[in-house]
């Protein structure tokens, strides 16, 4: 494998697209210790200062169909949440599709990014954001009520390096178990760390709100929800709040 290890950046996301796109090998991993311009979901910012946190991304290229890269979302956050346990003890919890909570507040983001044509993926790139080693007023104001950190949950600090390699041979260890088996086992493992199922929820996507009692998910990674008519709809992309 090649690890990319970077001082400062503006996102590890774009320098592993950028590697992707120069051919680079699966397993290819950039490192950052500060992004200036670290990116979150739905073109929002990501929130990356330096020596506090992990912000990496993974450059994998299975031979699949995009319809897959949800699960890629749901794999990581399995290898994250498995990762977080053994080292800290604090057994945090994951909200569909990519946030991973302790006590309802946000300690990590996964933004799952593809190139692809229409029928292949030519590279799927996971970028993880773990809040590592931050105090509470290390946040800027608009996060401190809803972003924690695993040194604040914990109440110690953590050595960044250990978790990156134990969430590394735990990505490598599920995609293997993924690409031999399928989703289906990694689906009853991500199920059993989400919180959404099984409560009421909304669900809030580009065309509207969909409100009702997630079910699930699908073998794709999609949530599924029902509604108070009893209709189940399936939500490729939303904000959820529970
Ligand atoms: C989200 O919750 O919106 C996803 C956040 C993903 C942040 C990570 S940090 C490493 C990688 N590089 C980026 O610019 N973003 C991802």
């Keep these: 494998h090649s690890i990319h290890y ?5 996102s590890t996301q774009k320098v592993a697209h950028k590697l992707s796109q120069e051919g680079c090998p699966e397993g290819t991993i950039v490192i950052a210790e500060e992004q200036k311009n670290g990116r979150g979901r739905l073109t929002r910012h990501w929130y990356s200062p330096k020596y506090t946190g992990v912000w990496m991304s993974i450059v994998l290229r299975p031979n699949l169909s995009p319809q897959k890269a949800p699960q890629f979302t749901l794999i990581a956050a399995i290898a994250v949440v498995q990762a977080i346990e053994e080292l800290t003890n604090v057994l945090p919890e994951i909200k569909w ?4 909570l302790i006590n309802g507040k946000k ?6 990014e593809l ?8 590279s799927i790139i996971i970028g993880i954001g773990i809040n590592v080693n ?21 109440g110690r600090k953590i ?5 990156i390699q134990c969430i590394l041979m735990k990505i490598e260890k ?15 493992l991500w199920e059993s760390y989400a919180i959404s199922i099984g409560k009421e929820i909304i669900a809030r996507t580009v065309t509207g709100e969909i409100a009702g009692r997630a079910i699930g998910i699908t073998n794709e990674g999609i949530l599924k929800i029902e509604d108070d008519a009893g209709i189940i709809h399936e939500i490729y992309s939303a904000d959820i709040e529970i």
């Design 6 to 10: 970077l001082d400062s950046t503006d």
């Design 97 to 100: 599709p990519n946030d991973i």
């Design 107 to 112: 300690v990590t983001g996964i933004l799952t």
């Design 115 to 122: 190139q692809a044509d229409v029928d292949k993926i030519d």
């Design 134 to 154: 931050q105090q509470l007023s290390d946040f800027p104001d608009e996060l401190q009520s809803i972003a924690t950190s695993l040194a604040i949950e914990s």
């Design 159 to 163: 050595t960044r390096a250990k978790l």
């Design 174 to 188: 599920y995609y293997h178990v993924y690409l031999e088996k399928g989703f289906a086992p990694l689906k009853i």
